[in-house]
């Protein structure tokens, strides 16, 4: 399976900080809790995937998976995982460095 989820240079690197720290993550995208749709990056342990979740990719050995059902509402979206100042809403741990993760879509494909 192709991967449908990929990262900025900044956020594989606050991805690998948070590791580090806290050992097995997973990014999960939600579908509007806490801080809407933001990307929440937990321990692992705090939210193993459930089985109807759907994993995009991987992004510096974190998993990154979306609920099954949001996934076909959104037609099975890809997305760019970045990292901005300012805290989330929410529990994601980047939050603990002052910072929140966003999902955007992946630039066009340049046209031949």
């Known amino acids: 399976m192709a991967e449908r989820v990929t990262a900025t240079p900044a956020a594989l690197e606050v ?3 948070l590791r580090a720290r806290h050992g097995d993550l997973v990014v999960h995208l939600s579908g509007g809790c806490c801080d809407g749709s933001s990307p929440m990056c937990l321990r692992a342990a705090d939210l193993p995937p459930g089985p109807h979740d759907v994993r995009l990719g991987v ?7 979306i ?8 037609r099975e979206p890809r997305f760019v995982l970045d990292v901005a100042a300012g805290e989330a809403g929410g529990f994601s741990l980047e ?5 929140h993760f966003t999902a955007g879509e992946p630039p066009p494909a340049p046209r031949p």
């Open 15 to 17: 991805l690998e900080r």
């Open 59 to 65: 992004l510096g050995g974190v998993p990154v998976v």
């Open 95 to 99: 939050a603990l460095e002052g910072l």
């Open 67 to 74: 609920d099954g059902d949001q996934d076909r509402r959104w």
